[in-house]
């Protein structure tokens, strides 16, 4: 059976029309009615996912690999969009996540209060459309076209709730980022079409001797997207400032185009040195590690999640760089598992992490805060959020059944796999299983205490007290994202032979992943019997619990008392108490800044604390670099001299220099 390559891409042209059509609807009726604005931007957003998601996967088993260009008239650039493997395959999330966003907007939002909900679907349709055709462009004009309008439909999501305190701040953080990223993206796409005479991906020729040059301008361009470290600084600012069903779409989708255009250079370069490995794996170490941490340390929810984020890019790019090590050294097996590893953690931490930011916007929809210390025992209050934010925890953790433990078992096993090859390689694996380890294990304390402080427990503060369950709406995707975890947990040998075309653009065709013994026994071997274990210990507990009570009466207590006779919700562990023998232990690196006042005496009046752990990398590093770029700018405002004549003659000077040296050269 087979399929004409050239559908999915009329499918996917279909969708992006589709998607900015509903968009450019929704913002036309926005101001006339509320219900039919809102009607046409979800039903828009989430037909088009339904029928992009049916495109990509089509093509991913089918194997499409296309191209076809249509007439443009834009210089260097042509409307040449293509699938394959690769592209098919960062579609699925994205279309997946986005369109279960669009339906969870729905009771987000409501009740609009007034506010035009066109302006919102104009934007968030424009997003979906926007990553979409970054992913399947072969022209680097149309690509960065798309870059750059996937930048301001975020940005403006970013901004919607611009009254709020801190959100236009983030918005501009979130917008110089990506535009520095975009700089070295031109850099990297002029070289490579510079040989070539052309912008289309076909015609791209990298110089002689200059692959690493190129990879690296790749790296940081992508990087910044992506949120690898140190040039994550847009992301925590940005996640918790965006609405949360953005958030999700952000986090989940939009930073993996990032990912995405690595992985795509890497296809385009061919054989880059072996330092580019080496250099992608401890970016990745180095992310994941400091990205957890930073986890530990925070008290907003959402904020949390967005340093998780920067963690899950940096196990995405450990997986990344130890199948580079593969290619490198020539070592198939490490380099189909370390890539398959990567790019399977691409689409789990896609469903977790949108799952985990959709039950963050329900806990913060809910309360009106995000602020752990102000939450507790929501889980009486909010069950089925309480259980979906549950499963996405145990996902990020790694813990089967569900699907986070796949992803990183994969980049286990093919780091082990380095210890029978040379000794560079070894090393590289050696550390990845360090760095893994590491990450693991930070994670399952940085999520116990976001779970447990939030939703167990007594509740800390009003706002907790008085929380309601999400609506339908919201509570829907949250368990569609909670049952596909654990649908990717369980089938995850399946899913890695689905995606074997796509790891091999990048291990080459020779190397596979499916038919390996692990894979294919200790997949379902694990995954079955962890579910088999959970299952037991739950009913074990409710046979207990039935046990026990049978014939006693049975009445509602707080919460563990400690034999108190007034107890109150100040006597339970805090979020900032939970986690301070670990951050503590890392204070060199978070450098947190503590007010502290301690009881001084028997009987304290007053006491308090106070912690805030600012961005390493934004404080010491990009703080003061954009501090003396504006001093040094500055000098240079005796230039705006506010007449239009003197404009004119630097517009006339710039042409006069830029036609000599057209004619020079």
């Not at 450019?24 to 006339?32: C, E, P």
């Not at 149309?142 to 940005?155: G, I, R």
């Amino acid at each position: 059976m087979s399929m004409e390559p050239s559908i999915p891409i009329f499918v996917l042209l279909g969708v992006l029309g589709a998607l900015l059509a509903s968009g450019a609807a929704s913002a036309w009726a926005g101001r006339r009615s509320e219900r039919v604005s809102v009607w046409l931007g979800v039903s828009g957003a989430g037909g088009a996912c339904l029928a992009g998601l049916g495109a990509a996967l089509a093509a991913l088993v089918f194997r499409a690999d296309a191209v076809r260009s249509f007439p443009w008239s834009m210089p260097y650039g042509a409307f040449t969009v293509g699938i394959d493997p690769l592209s098919a395959f960062f579609l699925i999330p994205t279309f997946l996540l986005s369109g279960l966003a669009a339906i969870y907007a729905v009771g987000y939002f409501r009740p609009w209060n007034g506010r035009n909900p066109g302006r919102f679907w104009l934007f968030y349709n424009a997003l979906i459309a926007s990553m979409a055709l970054v992913l399947i462009a072969r022209n680097g004009v149309l690509f960065l076209v798309a870059w750059e309008a996937m930048s301001l439909a975020s940005f403006f999501l970013v901004i919607h709730d611009d009254a709020a305190e801190g959100v236009r701040d983030a918005g501009w953080t979130y917008l110089v980022a990506t535009h520095v990223g975009t700089a070295f993206l031109l850099a990297l796409f002029f070289l490579l079409g510079r040989n070539g005479g052309s912008q289309d991906f076909a015609a791209f020729a990298a110089p002689a001797g200059s692959g690493g040059l190129l990879f690296l301008l790749a790296l940081i361009g992508f990087g910044t997207k992506a949120g690898l470290f140190p040039f994550h600084v847009w992301l925590p600012e940005a996640h918790p400032a965006a609405p949360s069903p953005v958030s999700a779409v952000m986090s989940g989708v939009m930073i993996k185009t990032g990912i995405y255009g690595i992985v795509r250079m890497l296809v385009l370069l061919g054989a880059v040195p072996a330092w580019c490995a080496w250099l992608v794996l401890g970016m990745g170490a180095l992310s994941g590690v400091l990205g957890v941490l930073f986890a530990l340390a925070q008290s907003d929810l959402k904020r949390l999640l967005a340093y998780s984020s920067v963690e899950n890019v940096g196990i995405i790019a450990l997986g990344i760089g130890l199948g580079m090590l593969g290619v490198c050294y020539g070592v198939p097996a490490v380099a189909a598992l370390g890539f398959a590893g990567g790019l399977l953690h691409v689409l789990n931490h896609a469903t977790f992490k949108g799952l985990l930011f959709l039950g963050a916007g329900s806990v913060v929809h809910a309360t009106g805060t995000r602020n752990v210390e102000r939450l507790g025992g929501l889980y009486k209050r909010m069950p089925w959020t309480g259980t979906a934010f549950l499963a996405g925890s145990i996902a990020i953790c790694g813990l089967p059944p569900f699907n986070g433990f796949a992803g990183e078992f994969l980049i286990y096993l093919g780091s082990f796999k380095t210890l029978l090859a040379a000794a560079p390689v070894a090393l590289g694996g050696l550390g990845t299983v360090v760095a893994l380890a590491l990450i693991g294990g930070l994670a399952a304390a940085c999520f116990t205490r976001a779970f447990g402080i939030a939703f167990l427990g007594e509740p800390r503060s009003a706002d907790a007290e008085h929380a309601h369950e999400a609506e339908a709406a919201m509570r829907g995707p949250l368990f569609a994202l909670a049952a596909i975890c654990l649908a990717i947990g369980l089938g995850a040998g399946a899913a890695v032979r689905i995606m074997e075309p796509a790891v091999a653009m990048l291990a080459g065709s020779a190397a596979t992943v499916s038919g390996s013994g692990p894979v294919q026994y200790l997949f379902p071997i694990a995954c079955g019997a962890a579910l088999l274990l959970l299952l037991a210990w739950v009913g074990g507990l409710a046979f207990l619990r039935r046990r026990l009570l049978a014939g006693r009466p049975i009445r509602t207590a707080v919460t563990w008392d400690c034999g108190y006779a007034a107890p109150a919700a100040s006597m339970q562990y805090t979020a900032t108490g939970f986690a301070q023998p670990l951050t503590h232990g890392a204070a060199a690196i978070l450098r947190p800044q503590v007010e502290s006042h301690p009881p001084e005496v028997i009987f304290p009046g007053t006491a308090s604390f106070h912690s805030e752990t600012p961005d390493v990398a934004r404080k010491n590093l990009f703080d003061p670099l954009f501090r003396k770029t504006a001093n040094l700018l500055g000098r240079l405002r005796w230039l705006q001299q506010g007449r239009v004549h003197w404009y004119v003659l630097y517009i006339v000077v710039v042409l006069v220099v830029l036609l000599a040296w057209a004619l020079r050269s």
